[in-house]
């Protein structure tokens, strides 16, 4: 595609143009980066010997996703004015976003010149820029883009689709930023709205395995490696939720942050094993990590991700709460050593910019924080990092008062600062690649251009460079710039024999760089490295492999692994996980193997077994479980292929569980129904186990294995208090359920009816709507029964609309109208709580409260004492403060670290203008005629699970639905701050504001 350049349209969301000014552009720009900027930077604290400095600002650019920075040292930045307009209301920009280049020509470290390299109806919002000499890589969902400077303006002369068909279009979760990796190759990642990757041409795109790349093999967010052309493309983990940015050290080894979902403190870093398994989801059903199962992890960050399941990848570190964004591998040497070889990050959510000081631990590492820039303005969005050609450090700054969830609450700001040390002047890096020397003096930089520049004129000098690259990877002291220098002679003829020699070396990161590049061969060219290295004395050696036997098949093969399996320690996960990627597809084979060399007494034998996926290792793990009884290893047959484990945990039952009635029940929830529904022996059993058990454990196993000769038990619960809700809801899903609560209703006594209406409120359904519409208007009923059915009968989010209906049609008993009204008065929809108020005799209508413009607002304080009071009154209903409300929307221990004052009072105010992301709003409509709305727990091919208003989670077969669907409505009233007076309003901002991390 050519481009038809012309002159951009300065647009600033209604600002007044420069032009139309008549100050000189060059002039405007640096005034504005000095006036408005520099009393901002006394709020960023770096550590002793830096300082950070602004080298541009709005409005020169606004509103930065991402940027690089080119050979030249200019900064590439991309802006997003038109972010996520359909959401948050914001105005657009009609000519589209763009790419701007941003350089400092006189040489005082401020920019001082700007060039619009490209803009285009078609960019909005993009989120990755990779520069690449004439190539400029942009991401930006469903596209990404290859731009090409051919005359080398610093304008777009044609743009090519690399990959389409990525989802996440206007969401921060689609695709992110490509990387150039030290063996010649792209990275890149997608989050979990990416789902596929498909070609330019619509195709999809085929992975190492010759599998489509979508979610019938992968799950959630994914990283990728490619070719510079975009072939060859391989997935190289899974399983993330927004994998923002991966990073690429030296020797070929990944890393990358990830988010949680919002308020779950569980943030995380991740060192990425290729082919890993990093547990957003089940592995298995895709359900979420809300959702029960056995061995559950006790903390919630670390549920999050599914730790205790065997087949995910360990966690590098948590973080807590954040909005991680960019991240790269610094390894230059102006910055203090403690921030050399390390990543680089930058969290929006936290206002901070860190890096992780990595160590090895076993097979994979430990890190701890060191932070490289804190603020306690918490306008300070740091959004990218990238590394300058003189080992400084550029920051982008989206500077906004929120944060995600689709806000921008504002358009018309954005900053870029470099971290250096005090008093170094920002300078031209000039760098020669005419000569083998000179190119390879360019490798060792820090800046990814530049290296990019010096590997393509290495690889293309061939011979002529072969013995000044071998001189380097033999002598040069920098173990990282002898990778490089492997890498580029990787390239060539002698591949082979440069593998084996990075083996031979002492370095493990050397070694364990040999066999990544070994992977990529026939396994026959490197069988031999492959023997050496199962013998090494460094566990990450042997960890890499681990992973590159993967889909590996024949007997040497096979042995290789069992040699590797016995020398697992019992301690170290993140071995034992390399063990089980290299197993993939070949466990029947790799698991005789093992057991062949008799590893029962070995230190990590139950670990192999608990990790196995195959049914040959099904008698070990029957007798762990029969010896331990752990729930570890309970959980480990949920991932065990076959049919043959619900024959084993039977025989358990009858045997070493004889007397144990909590083993037992733990094995009956590892059958599968069908087996219990085939046997009427084990049914028997079932059935006097759930004499022994009460409460949600004998409810869910009733419900899981609809045990329809329960309802009079689950009856009597209702009857009774217990479990109330829950017990509705199991028997409301029997067979049957539906008639026999209505049948009881009618014929109870009045006590079994209030009974009975305590948990018909909560049910949301038509029949329990209906049965307390009846209620109402039943004269045979006391009045005592008929006024508590009129009470609560709008409690259920799903029935509302049923109950105004009601109204409407004038069903209600005159008397009861009120009631009725009253009952609606929590729906978190303000319409149905003004339309329920019409419907009274003396017109109640809410009194809307005018308050203050936001400028107004937020420079009120508020008593934070008081405001916990509103909160408990207006906010409990749905959020969690310290464990204390209900689960249902964010979670807010620490919102106030996250938003500003401004921030927090658009959320209030409007609601719809940011949704959390995991917080979208779903519309389910079943085949019976039931409509919900509320927040997906977990989804899968055959289950969905909503939490509805109130916490309360339903579950719907996806064969039962009529339709499913996200709507842009937030599920958090529009209006709540219309019943708050304004001081009212500020206390509760001045209590949520004293919500931090602690």
């Known amino acids: 595609m050519k481009i038809v350049k012309k002159a951009p349209l300065l647009f600033l969301g209604g600002m007044i143009s420069l032009v139309s000014l008549g100050i000189p552009k060059m002039v405007q720009l640096k005034k504005n980066t000095a006036d408005s900027v520099q009393t901002k930077v006394s709020t960023l604290q770096v550590p002793e010997g830096l300082e950070v400095k602004p080298f541009a600002a709005e409005p020169m650019l606004i509103n930065p996703t991402n940027i690089d920075v080119d050979s030249k040292g200019r900064v590439w930045v991309l802006e997003a004015y038109n972010y996520r307009p359909g959401i948050n209301g914001n105005p657009t920009n009609p000519q589209g976003d763009r790419i701007v280049i941003l350089e400092d020509t006189n040489g005082d470290g401020q920019a001082d010149s700007r060039k619009v390299f490209y803009q285009s109806p078609e960019l909005n919002a993009p989120l990755g820029i990779a520069v690449l000499d004439s190539m400029v890589i942009v991401s930006q969902s469903p596209y990404i883009w290859k731009m090409f400077d051919d005359n080398r303006d610093g304008k777009a002369d044609r743009k090519e689709v690399m990959f389409s068909g990525i989802g996440g279009d206007q969401h921060d979760h689609g695709a992110h930023a490509f990387t150039f990796g030290p063996d010649g190759k792209l990275y890149f990642n997608i989050g979990n709205e990416g789902k596929q990757l498909l070609d330019a041409k619509g195709n999809p795109v085929l992975d190492q395995d010759g599998d489509?790349?979508?979610?019938?093999?992968?799950?959630?967010?994914?990283?990728?490696?490619?070719?510079?052309?975009?072939?060859?493309?391989?997935?190289?983990?899974?399983?993330?939720?927004?994998?923002?940015?991966?990073?690429?050290?030296?020797?070929?080894?990944?890393?990358?942050?990830?988010?949680?979902?919002?308020?779950?403190?569980?943030?995380?870093?991740?060192?990425?094993?290729?082919?890993?398994?990093?547990?957003?989801?089940?592995?298995?059903?895709?359900?979420?990590?809300?959702?029960?199962r056995t061995n559950i992890e006790k903390e919630i960050p670390l549920r999050h991700w599914h730790l205790n399941d065997p087949g995910v990848v360990p966690n590098l570190l948590q973080t807590g709460a954040g909005s991680p964004t960019g991240m790269i591998i610094y390894e230059g040497n102006l910055l203090p050593s403690i921030f050399q070889n390390q990543m680089i990050h930058t969290d929006a959510g936290p206002n901070v910019v860190r890096s992780y000081a990595t160590t090895p631990w076993g097979a994979g590492y430990e890190a701890r924080i060191n932070n490289l820039i804190t603020s306690k303005d918490q306008w300070f969005r740091p959004a990218d990092v990238a590394a300058a050609p003189d080992g400084s450090l550029f920051v982008a700054d989206w500077y906004d008062p929120g944060v995600g969830g689709h806000q921008a609450g504002d358009q018309a700001k954005g900053r870029i600062y470099r971290i250096a040390p005090k008093g170094h002047a920002y300078k031209k890096t000039n760098f020669d690649l005419s000569t083998p020397e000179l190119a390879f003096k360019a490798l060792e930089n820090p800046n990814l251009e530049i290296r990019f520049?010096?590997?393509?004129?290495?690889?293309?000098?061939?011979?002529?460079?072969?013995?000044?690259?071998?001189?380097?990877?033999?002598?040069?002291?920098?173990?990282?710039?002898?990778?490089?220098?492997?890498?580029?002679?990787?390239?060539?003829?002698?591949?082979?024999?440069?593998?084996?020699?990075?083996?031979?070396?002492?370095?493990?990161?050397?070694?364990?760089?040999?066999?990544?590049?070994?992977?990529?061969?026939?396994?026959?060219?490197?069988?031999?490295?492959?023997?050496?290295?199962?013998?090494?004395?460094?566990?990450?050696?042997?960890?890499?492999?681990?992973?590159?036997?993967?889909?590996?098949?024949?007997?040497?093969?096979?042995?290789?692994?069992?040699?590797?399996?016995?020398?697992?320690?019992?301690?170290?996960?993140?071995?034992?996980?390399?063990?089980?990627?290299?197993?993939?597809?070949?466990?029947?084979?790799?698991?005789?193997?093992?057991?062949?060399?008799?590893?029962?007494?070995?230190?990590?034998?139950?670990?192999?077994?608990?990790?196995?996926?195959?049914?040959?290792?099904?008698?070990?793990?029957?007798?762990?479980?029969?010896?331990?009884?752990?729930?570890?290893?309970?959980?480990?047959?949920?991932?065990?292929?076959?049919?043959?484990?619900?024959?084993a945990l039977f025989a358990l039952i009858n045997g070493k569980f004889a007397t144990d009635v909590s083993a037992q029940l733990e094995a009956v929830r590892h059958m599968k129904p069908a087996y219990i529904a085939s046997h009427p022996e084990v049914k028997v059993v079932l059935s006097a186990l759930l004499k022994q058990i009460s409460g949600k454990q004998y409810l869910e196993l009733v419900d899981y294995y609809q045990l329809k000769e329960e309802s009079p038990r689950v009856l009597g619960m209702i009857l009774a208090g217990t479990e109330s809700s829950k017990a509705g809801q199991v028997v409301y899903n029997l067979p049957g359920g539906a008639a026999l609560i209505r049948s009881k209703f009618f014929k109870g006594k009045e006590a079994e009816q209030l009974a009975l209406i305590e948990m018909l409120r909560w049910q949301g359904k038509t029949e329990s709507a209906q049965l307390l519409y009846e209620a109402t208007a039943n004269p045979k009923l006391s009045k005592a029964v008929q006024m508590q059915a009129a009470r609560v009968i709008g409690n259920a989010y799903p029935t509302e609309e049923f109950v105004l209906d009601l109204l409407e049609k004038k069903k209600i008993a005159t008397a009861y109208v009120p009631l009725v009204v009253e009952s609606l008065q929590k729906a978190w929809r303000k319409s149905i709580r003004m339309k329920a108020n019409s419907y009274l005799a003396k017109h109640q209508t809410e009194t809307k409260k005018a308050h203050?413009?936001?400028?107004?607002?937020?420079?009120?304080?508020?008593?934070?004492?008081?405001?916990?009071?509103?909160?408990?009154?207006?906010?409990?209903?749905?959020?969690?403060?310290?464990?204390?409300?209900?689960?249902?929307?964010?979670?807010?221990?620490?919102?106030?670290?996250?938003?500003?004052?401004?921030?927090?009072?658009?959320?209030?105010?409007?609601?719809?203008?940011?949704?959390?992301?995991?917080?979208?709003?779903?519309?389910?409509?079943?085949?019976?005629?039931?409509?919900?709305?509320?927040?997906?727990?977990?989804?899968?091919?055959?289950?969905?699970?909503?939490?509805?208003?109130?916490?309360?989670?339903?579950?719907?077969?996806?064969?039962?639905?009529?339709?499913?669907?996200?709507?842009?409505?937030?599920?958090?009233?529009?209006?709540?701050?219309?019943?708050?007076?304004?001081?009212?309003?500020?206390?509760?901002?001045?209590?949520?504001?004293?919500?931090?991390?602690k």
């Not at 493990?508 to 023997?531: D, V, Y």
């Open 852 to 997: 203050p413009a936001m400028a107004e607002l937020i420079n009120m304080s508020g008593d934070a004492v008081k405001g916990k009071v509103v909160f408990t009154n207006s906010c409990t209903m749905c959020h969690l403060v310290n464990n204390e409300g209900i689960d249902f929307g964010p979670k807010l221990s620490e919102i106030g670290t996250k938003l500003s004052k401004e921030g927090m009072y658009m959320s209030i105010l409007h609601p719809n203008a940011g949704i959390g992301f995991g917080y979208e709003t779903f519309e389910v409509k079943t085949k019976s005629g039931d409509t919900y709305q509320g927040i997906i727990v977990s989804k899968n091919e055959t289950d969905i699970m909503l939490r509805i208003p109130g916490g309360i989670v339903k579950s719907f077969k996806t064969s039962a639905l009529k339709s499913y669907k996200q709507l842009p409505e937030s599920l958090m009233p529009e209006g709540l701050a219309d019943g708050m007076s304004t001081p009212e309003l500020v206390d509760l901002i001045e209590y949520l504001s004293t919500l931090k991390k």
């Open 212 to 292: 489509p790349i979508g979610p019938k093999k992968y799950r959630q967010g994914m990283v990728f490696r490619c070719n510079l052309d975009g072939s060859q493309v391989e997935v190289l983990g899974h399983n993330f939720r927004n994998n923002y940015e991966v990073a690429v050290d030296s020797y070929g080894a990944l890393w990358q942050s990830d988010n949680d979902d919002d308020g779950n403190k569980g943030v995380r870093i991740n060192a990425v094993f290729e082919h890993g398994n990093y547990g957003y989801v089940d592995e298995m059903t895709g359900e979420g990590w809300y959702v029960n």
């Open 453 to 647: 520049l010096a590997f393509q004129a290495l690889k293309k000098m061939g011979n002529k460079a072969e013995s000044v690259l071998e001189n380097e990877f033999n002598t040069n002291e920098n173990p990282r710039f002898r990778a490089r220098a492997f890498w580029v002679l990787n390239q060539g003829s002698r591949s082979n024999e440069f593998i084996l020699k990075a083996f031979e070396q002492a370095n493990p990161n050397l070694k364990a760089m040999a066999i990544r590049a070994a992977k990529q061969k026939p396994f026959a060219e490197w069988s031999t490295l492959a023997a050496k290295a199962a013998k090494d004395q460094h566990a990450s050696v042997r960890r890499e492999l681990a992973i590159a036997l993967r889909h590996l098949s024949g007997e040497e093969v096979n042995q290789l692994w069992a040699s590797l399996a016995m020398r697992h320690n019992g301690t170290d996960r993140w071995y034992l996980e390399a063990l089980g990627i290299g197993a993939d597809g070949n466990w029947d084979e790799r698991f005789a193997a093992y057991a062949a060399l008799k590893p029962e007494n070995s230190k990590g034998y139950s670990d192999v077994v608990w990790r196995a996926r195959t049914e040959k290792a099904l008698p070990a793990l029957i007798e762990l479980i029969g010896n331990t009884k752990s729930l570890a290893y309970f959980r480990a047959l949920d991932f065990m292929p076959g049919e043959q484990k619900s024959e």
